[in-house]
């Protein structure tokens, strides 16, 4: 699933594929906002993405893709 991270100030945005679930990183986002630490999210690679609680402008998260396997996923 893909996840954009905009961060206050920064006209990019952090991009990158995550094997966690919506519910599960949406979780995450929101204690890490109500406690003012840092988010810590991890990508499909293993490396770890950290972001200050109080720079986070929005988290938007993708949906759940399926793989598709056969000749319909062309």
């Given at each position: 699933?893909?996840?954009?991270?905009?961060i206050?100030?920064?006209?990019?945005?952090l991009?990158?594929?995550?094997?966690k679930?919506?519910?599960?990183v949406?979780k995450q986002?929101?204690?890490?906002?109500s406690?003012?630490k840092?988010?810590?999210?991890?990508?499909?690679k293993?490396?770890?993405?950290?972001?200050p609680?109080g720079?986070?402008?929005?988290?938007?998260?993708?949906?759940q893709?399926?793989r598709?396997v056969?000749?319909?996923?062309l």
């Amino acid at each position: 699933m893909e996840i954009k991270i905009g961060i206050q100030n920064i006209a990019r945005e952090l991009v990158f594929e995550s094997e966690k679930d919506a519910d599960e990183v949406a979780k995450q986002v929101a204690e890490a906002i109500s406690g003012g630490k840092e988010l810590r999210l991890e990508d499909e690679k293993g490396r770890q993405v950290i972001v200050p609680a109080g720079v986070i402008g929005y988290v938007e998260i993708g949906a759940q893709e399926q793989r598709r396997v056969g000749f319909g996923a062309l």
